[in-house]
């Protein structure tokens, strides 16, 4: 069954440290992965996506086919990144109407 | 324009009551699906739809049903609500754009069955 793994429940940096939200994925065909982030206080949002290979508020993240990952870096956290962060992976467009599969969530905090 | 919204915010049902939470969209999407968020485990598909007058099973399904008359509003009912319902629940909404294209999320309903 396709499964998305997020290990932390809660990750705890400084400001200005570098920081990695871990996300393993099983699934063996090509999946679309994406990453949806919660600030306090309001709705769940897209952050980023694999197709697109961007970077937004300086988070990257990049598919590894071979070890199953979709990994979130920052290289400088900043405070106002803290929020709950999920990875989702989609197996197509059509498959089960597109649905998102989520991990368990990592909570970010950042502490000044 | 208002986007995806949620009624209601707060509910707290006794066992075996039953309600009807209602989604609505103002951004003509086609495809609309409810899911349940539960600590530690995520987000979890009840029910989608994949345009007006169609509805489909998610993972989790059983105990919940859908209607969707209008392609603006997607309704998912508790016919008889059980403890093991008590839960946050998310409706999204999304176009079909092609590779990529994001789901959108309403604010949430958090629902307490005693």
């Known amino acids: 069954a396709q499964r998305v793994t997020q290990p932390e429940k809660l990750l705890s940096v400084f400001k200005g440290a570098p920081v990695e939200l871990k996300c393993n994925y099983s699934?063996?065909?090509?999946?679309?992965l994406f990453w949806y982030v919660q600030y306090s206080r309001q709705r769940l949002q897209l952050l980023l996506r694999?197709?697109s290979r961007e970077s937004i508020k300086g988070f990257t993240a990049d598919l590894n086919k071979g070890e199953t990952s979709f990994h979130l870096k920052k290289p400088f956290a900043q405070e106002e990144d803290s929020a709950m962060y999920y990875c989702?992976?989609?197996?197509?467009?059509?498959?089960?109407?597109?649905?998102?599969?989520f991990g368990q969530g990592t909570e970010l905090s950042v502490k000044p | 324009n208002a986007g995806v919204t949620q009624t209601p915010k707060f509910r707290v049902l006794k066992t075996g009551q039953s309600m009807t939470l209602l989604c609505a969209q103002d951004?003509?999407?086609?495809?609309m699906y409810w899911y349940r968020q539960d600590p530690g485990m995520g987000l979890r598909l009840i029910h989608y739809?994949?345009?007006?007058?169609?509805?489909a099973k998610g993972e989790v399904p059983d105990g919940y049903n859908v209607s969707r008359l209008k392609k603006q509003n997607f309704l998912l009912g508790l016919e008889s609500a059980a403890p093991s319902q008590t839960s946050v629940y998310f409706c999204?909404?999304?176009?079909?754009?092609?590779?990529?294209?994001?789901?959108?999320f309403g604010p949430g309903t958090r629902l307490t069955v005693l």
């Open positions: 699934y063996s065909g090509s999946p679309e």
């Open positions: 951004m003509n999407h086609e495809y």
């Open positions: 694999h197709i």
């Open positions: 999204a909404t999304r176009v079909d754009s092609g590779l990529g294209d994001e789901q959108f």
């Open positions: 989702a992976l989609r197996r197509g467009i059509y498959n089960q109407g597109g649905k998102l599969i």
């Open positions: 739809s994949v345009g007006e007058g169609t509805t």
